[in-house]
């Protein structure tokens, strides 16, 4: 440890350069080594605070299980006083040790001799010389060390200062994406209904300011798609914090005053509910991004923490050019979240084109218009809509392919082609573009989800829900992984979260009936079939969980009468095939399971009955060692087997 001071400054400047290099050992590196800015001395007295910690508590002041993790501690968490640890250390010993250790080096000692001068400061002050060290091992001894010990310590200590001009190893890793502290949720307030000539920019200005904070290294920003979902009205600050898990709310209200566009906004403090900073910023309406641009910053400096410039430039490449196409692109955009009106937001789209051609996110929301067209049709869509979504995507992604959205739209046009493994590649790119990003990983979850390997998806799928805790739609996903794999606890318990956290989302309540049936949880599942028929009585996903829920209990005629329903609102090869199996008509199932692996990806836009869904689900027991079902297996193995080595490491 002692030899971890100064290395750095001897590495070349090539070195230091390296993309994603951080240089230090991982226990005692400074935060800033680990973000991959250039070391100085003050890094030198950041490694020095973990030794005196270590030197006096026994252990050092940040523990985990990898390197990154721990590289994550030293960005974010606050070290604990040692004297919570040791209450015999000196108060001033303490307060050096806790400002080598300050995250910020503009805030830690600046330079030997002010360490120095503190040290021989507290050694006056140290009346009987003993400073009890806590053991390294096994339980904690009553007994203090041998009196002077505080003396040597405080010897070693100044002996250590003059060391940290000497050298320190080297240690590269990457830095993988996790939770900051600090954190912030933008929230636009409500509490005066904003100015109908307006329209649908404050929501528009709301993601940009979010998409513009993540430019900041150390600052957790709760995503757009969380924040806009959430209903704040009459929430305190408090709760508001907990529920979206940020430390900091930034609350937005956008005026018109003349042809100028007014923001006024408000830092808090979510765990003491109060207004730590206010803010009001005018300017002319076509300079609004000049507006979030200067309140990032604002709010950069104001929460302490470093605004990389070259984050915040790339995330500005794809912006709007123009005002009016941009707010074209917004309504439309609102009128596919929202009211799910494919021609009305693919009329805009287009305007917002005519206004700004090379506008590539105009293009990319034309390519989603097209695709929930297509999606949305009875008929199974028209293949002109596939075409010029596809179309669309292609524009995109050449106006501006180090986008994640135009990369994920490539992606899935790719995918609808059947072309995996361009699809893959885009998802890929997504991922190293933006891999924080909510949506990012929760596509690529389903894109591997769709592909069969349900294991890898739930990996992406896992951290879409954790940026994202207020969308119960990664839990779906990663329930039905599981659901398929045959581990239906599994889904059934994530079943029940997304259903708590949306209990009127008609697809999670059948999803969890469908898992409560396979379960024997009968009477829960007709508790959930019934929740569902106050929301969509003729649904015909409704037909199948009667269906399911009448094969589980052994009701075959009215397991028979409920799949007939289903059969004629869709070509259901999925759902039968698991009435069938439930019901012991194995020549069925295995009649559904072929048919399904023809025609699923047409019907369902994903590849069915893959291989793991065969071989480990429970559910196909009854037809082991039949030949037909071998035959099958031995198919679908061979095809899992190649695309788990072309596709499971995006």
């Known amino acids: ?73 030293h960005l974010t968490e606050l070290p604990r006083n040692p004297r919570e640890t040791n209450p015999d250390v000196p108060a001033g010993l303490s307060r050096v040790i806790m400002k080598c250790l300050e995250k910020s080096p503009e805030r830690r000692y600046q330079s030997a001799e002010q360490v120095l001068t503190d040290l021989d400061r507290v050694e006056r002050e140290i009346s009987t010389g003993s400073i009890p060290v806590a053991p390294k091992d096994g ?16 010897s070693l200590a100044i002996g250590l200062v003059a060391l940290a001009a000497a050298t320190y190893g080297v240690y590269r890793f990457l830095l993988p994406p996790g939770p900051f502290d600090p954190s912030i949720a933008v929230l636009l307030d409500r509490e005066e209904e904003a100015p109908p000539e307006l329209g649908n920019l404050p929501r528009g200005l709301q993601k940009n300011i979010v998409e513009k904070l993540r430019a900041i290294p150390r600052l957790r920003v709760v995503p757009w798609e969380a924040v806009a979902g959430y209903d704040a009205q009459g929430l305190s ?43 009001l910023m005018d300017k002319p309406m076509e300079d609004y991004l000049l507006l979030e641009d200067q309140l990032t910053g604002h709010i950069a400096k104001a929460l302490r923490v470093r605004l990389i410039e070259e984050r915040l430039s790339k995330i500005k ?38 206004i700004d051609p090379r506008y590539a996110l105009a293009h990319w929301g034309l390519g989603n218009a097209y695709e929930a067209r297509y999606n949305s049709a009875a ?96 839990l779906i996903q990663m329930a039905q992984g599981r659901a398929y794999l045959g581990q239906h606890g599994k889904a059934r318990d994530l079943l029940k979260k997304a259903v708590l956290l949306a209990p009127d989302n008609i697809l999670c309540l059948n999803a969890y009936a469908a898992q409560l049936a ?14 569902a028929e106050t ?42 095939a698991l009435v069938y199996l439930l019901l012991g008509m194995n020549d069925e199932a295995i009649r559904s399971i072929e048919a399904g692996i023809e025609r699923g990806f047409a019907e369902r836009g ?19 060692g039949d030949p037909r079902f071998e035959s099958v297996m031995k198919k679908q193995k061979t095809i899992y087997q190649n695309e788990l080595k072309k596709y499971e490491k995006l």
């Open 1 to 73: 440890q002692i030899m971890d001071f100064g290395l750095a400054r001897l590495l070349s400047s090539v070195e230091r350069a390296e993309k994603g290099a951080v240089e230090g050992t991982p226990a005692y590196v400074s935060p800033e080594q680990i973000e991959g800015q250039a070391a100085d001395r003050r890094s030198d007295l950041y490694s020095l605070g973990i030794v005196l910690y270590e030197m006096v508590t026994g252990h050092p002041p940040f523990k985990a299980d990898s390197p990154g993790a721990l590289a994550m501690k």
């Open 139 to 154: 339980p904690e001894e009553k007994t203090g060390p041998p009196a002077g010990i505080g003396k040597r310590i405080m």
């Open 237 to 279: 600050e408090q709760k508001i914090g907990a529920d979206l898990g940020a430390r900091h709310l930034l609350r937005l209200n956008f005026r018109r005053v003349d042809h100028d566009l007014r923001l006024t906004a408000k830092l808090i403090d979510a765990r003491l509910g109060k207004t730590t900073q206010p803010f």
């Open 317 to 354: 490449e794809g912006k709007p050019k123009n005002l009016e196409a941009y707010i074209h692109f917004l309504d439309g955009m609102n009128l596919l979240e929202s009211d799910k009106d494919s021609a009305r937001a693919i009329a805009n789209f287009e305007r917002a084109i005519e």
């Open 379 to 474: 008929d199974g869509g028209r293949s002109e809509d596939l075409e010029r979504m596809f179309q669309a995507y292609r524009l995109a992604y050449d106006y501006d392919p180090n986008s994640p959205e135009t990369n994920l739209g490539l992606g899935w046009a790719y995918f609808n082609e059947r072309d995996n493994a361009a699809a893959f590649n885009h998802f890929r790119k997504a991922l190293r573009l933006d891999p924080g990003n909510y949506t990012v990983n929760k596509d690529a979850g389903a894109f591997l989800r769709s592909l069969g390997l349900y294991d890898a998806a739930q990996k992406y799928l896992a951290r879409a829900a954790r940026l994202n805790p207020l969308d119960p739609e990664p």
């Open 518 to 531: 396979v379960t024997s949880r009968f009477e829960e599942a007709e508790r959930a079939i019934a929740s």
């Open 535 to 576: 929301i969509d009585r003729k649904g015909r996903k409704l037909f199948f969980v009667r269906a399911l829920l009448a094969a589980a209990r052994g009701e075959r005629q009215k397991a028979l009468e409920f799949l007939g329903f289903l059969k004629a609102a869709e070509k259901a090869t999925l759902e039968e």
């Open 606 to 624: 994903m590849y069915l009955f893959g291989y793991p869904w065969l071989s480990t689900n429970p559910c196909f027991k009854p037809l082991r």
